[in-house]
């Protein structure tokens, strides 16, 4: 394993235009609260029902809630991992025949503490793939795309492998709820006044990222493209955002730089929205200050399938692929009543239909980190 990535983009890679070459999603696998698949996920979300049950898998008796949003059983990370690579195509063996297929990478956005290591040695085996290790909190993933799709515009690949996996465990459960950052009504309500906090939510998660010269050799088609990316860092609070959002916003433009197009050009925006008091307003104002004019239509599926914590940002990049593809936007689920520090346009009620353009989805991290991915119908 290599060392996690760096989550900082230097100013002259936000101002280089955009991507030399097409960077297109071939290949999606899915598992979450939802089920098995990309299908489910988007059916899930589209639905607007919370994943949320009491959790079966461990005791959570001396904890101030017992909710996730949790597949059934007590399944295992590599297992589920190595499922979702196969789902999505990954294990097909790299498109430069000339590399062996042990030599191919996948980029592995894991949590860090001691599984990590044995889950990301137990997929290689398993796969015969090289796992890079990505731990960089809730941007780990996405900072994974970040670099996956910034081989292949510049022509270094092309092919690479994204994954990432998070299930709900007894550990990282004790830290949150220990921090009061379990909502303990049960719920989820991201940008809403009443909001409680996030619940954890299961994910893993497989992206191929290619060429459009890899797809057509392999006669594959493209569920969406990669228009735009970056990273920034706001050093502001270990824990805490900026509350001007100012990280974020820097992110957004990095992102639509890249992809050469103006903030009007984003028909929606697949928020961060944990459900957090601070890191609401914090995004509300990030938002705000790309959209002075009034946002887009915003919302959170983590409002339905949860927090996966580094696998995070890989769910909601498919969660936002699904949703273009149904044409449907979904629903900002568990919202109560507006908040004045939150005046975006949120989806509620019921799916929207989806307005052409780029779909941007943001994450955001402890220690300041923020990325944005945009992506495009195929």
């Known amino acids: 394993m290599t060392p996690t990535a760096s989550a900082t983009t230097s100013a002259t890679a936000l101002r280089d235009g955009p991507p030399r070459r097409a960077v297109l999603v071939g290949g999606i696998g899915v598992r979450s609260a939802f089920g098995a698949g990309l299908a489910a996920l988007t059916d899930g979300v589209l639905a607007g029902r919370p994943a949320f049950t009491p959790v079966e898998r461990f ?6 809630t017992d909710r996730a949003a949790t ?46 290591g044995p889950v990301a040695a137990e997929v290689a085996e398993r796969t015969g793939l090289r796992p890079r290790v990505y731990t960089g909190a809730c941007v780990a993933a996405s900072g994974a795309v970040a670099d996956a799709a910034a081989l292949i515009a510049s022509g270094r690949r092309e092919r690479v492998l994204v994954a990432a996996g ?28 009443g909001r409680r906090g996030m619940l954890l939510g299961d994910a893993a998660v497989a992206v191929v990222l290619e060429s459009a010269p890899a797809l057509r050799r392999r006669g594959g088609r493209a569920l969406a493209r990669i228009a735009g990316w970056a990273r920034t860092g706001d050093a502001f609070h270990v824990c805490r955002p900026h509350p001007d959002g100012t990280g ?30 601070l890191g ?23 409002s339905v399938h949860g927090h996966a914590l580094e696998a995070s940002a890989l769910l909601e990049l498919a969660a936002t692929v699904g949703a273009l593809r149904a044409g449907s936007l979904p629903v900002n689920a568990g919202w109560q009543a507006p908040d004045p520090g939150c005046p975006l346009d949120l989806v509620l009620d019921r799916p929207r239909p989806a307005a052409p353009g780029l779909a941007l989805t943001v994450n955001a991290a402890f220690g300041g980190a923020n990325t944005a991915l945009l992506v495009a119908p195929a």
């Open 280 to 302: 609401d307003l914090a995004e509300a104002a990030a938002l705000r200050a790309v959209f002075p004019a009034g946002t887009p239509p915003v919302s959170s599926t983590k």
């Open 166 to 193: 998070y299930l709900v465990e007894p550990d990282t459960f004790a830290v949150f709820d220990a921090g009061r950052a379990l909502a303990t009504d049960g719920a989820v309500r991201p940008f809403s006044l």
């Open 59 to 64: 005791d959570t008796a001396a904890h101030r």
């Open 71 to 116: 597949g059934p059983g007590s399944p295992r990370l590599a297992d589920q991992l190595v499922a979702v690579l196969a789902e999505a195509g990954a294990l097909s063996g790299p498109v430069d025949p000339g590399q062996p297929p042990a030599e191919e990478e996948v980029l592995l956005a894991l949590h860090g503490d001691r599984r990590a």
């Open 248 to 277: 974020l916003a820097r992110a957004v433009h990095g992102a639509l730089d890249r992809a050469g197009a103006a903030p009007e050009a984003i028909g929606y925006v697949n928020a961060n929205g944990a459900g957090s008091k």
